[in-house]
C-alpha cells in the first residue's frame, strides 16, 4: 500500500498577510457578493487578485512582482440612511472594469457579472483600524481608485483552476447582424426535446 504523504517543512512558508504596501497594483476582480452582518449592515464585497502574470514589468517591481496571487476585499456598504449603494461609486468601477458606456443594469446580479474577472489597475492605500480596542494596518481600496489596466492582455494563472472567476471579463453584446447564424453567444443553447431527432 502506498503511504499517504511524509512530511517535508522545506517548501513551507510563513503566514504572514500583514497589509500590502500603499502603491498601485494591477489586479483582476476575482468575484464580487453581496454579504451581511450579524447586525444587518449590508455590503457588496469585491475580490481583489493581485496579478501574477507581470512580475518582469519594472514600474509593478514593488507590488504586483512582490505580493501576486494575494487578495483584498473591497467593501461597498448600503447607506444607513438610504439602504442603497453609493451608485456613484460604482461608475468608477464599471468604467475601469470595462463595460461599455450607457449598459443597462438591471439588478446587483448585474453589476456582478459584469465586473467579475475583469483587469483593473487599483490604488491600494494602508490605513489604520482600531476593532475592540486593537489597532491593526488594514488596506483600503476607494472606488475613485479604480484605473482602466494598462495591461488588458491577462495571463494570470490560479493557484487552484476552480478558484477563478466564474464570468470572464465583460465582452460587449453580439452584433445583431452577424454572418455567422450559429456564432455561440456564450449563453447555453436549450433545444426542446421535440426538435431533437432522436
Known amino acids: 500500500m502506498a503511504d499517504f504523504m511524509n512530511t517535508d517543512y522545506s517548501n513551507n512558508t510563513g503566514g504572514d498577510y500583514e497589509a500590502l504596501p500603499a502603491g498601485n497594483y494591477e489586479m483582476i476582480i476575482n468575484n464580487a457578493k453581496e454579504d451581511a ?3 444587518g449592515a449590508e455590503t457588496l464585497q469585491i475580490d ?3 496579478r501574477n502574470d507581470l512580475d518582469k514589468v519594472p514600474d509593478l517591481a514593488e507590488t504586483n512582482a512582490k505580493f501576486h496571487n494575494r487578495h483584498i476585499f473591497v467593501d461597498n ?7 442603497q449603494y453609493d451608485l456613484d461609486g460604482f461608475q468608477y468601477i464599471l468604467q475601469a472594469a470595462g463595460v461599455p458606456e450607457n449598459t443597462p443594469l438591471h439588478t446587483v446580479d448585474d453589476f456582478i457579472k459584469l465586473i467579475s474577472g475583469a483587469a483593473v489597475r487599483v490604488f491600494v492605500k494602508q490605513e489604520d483600524n482600531t476593532y475592540n480596542g486593537t489597532t491593526t494596518t488594514v488596506n483600503r481600496v476607494a472606488p475613485w481608485n479604480f484605473e482602466v489596466t494598462q495591461f488588458p492582455q ?3 494563472t490560479y493557484k487552484d483552476k476552480k478558484s477563478g472567476p466564474t464570468a ?3 465582452t460587449p453584446p453580439p452584433a445583431t447582424n452577424t454572418s455567422d ?3 455561440n453567444t456564450g449563453d447555453s ?3 426542446p426535446d421535440d426538435d431533437l431527432p432522436f
Not at 77 to 83: G, L
Request: glycine fraction near 4%.
Open 77 to 83: 456598504w448600503k447607506r444607513k440612511a438610504t439602504n
Open 37 to 39: 452582518t450579524k447586525n
Open 168 to 170: 470572464g471579463k465583460p
Open 48 to 50: 481583489l487578485l493581485v
Open 189 to 191: 443553447i436549450d433545444i
Open 181 to 183: 447564424p450559429f456564432a
Open 154 to 156: 491577462v495571463q494570470h
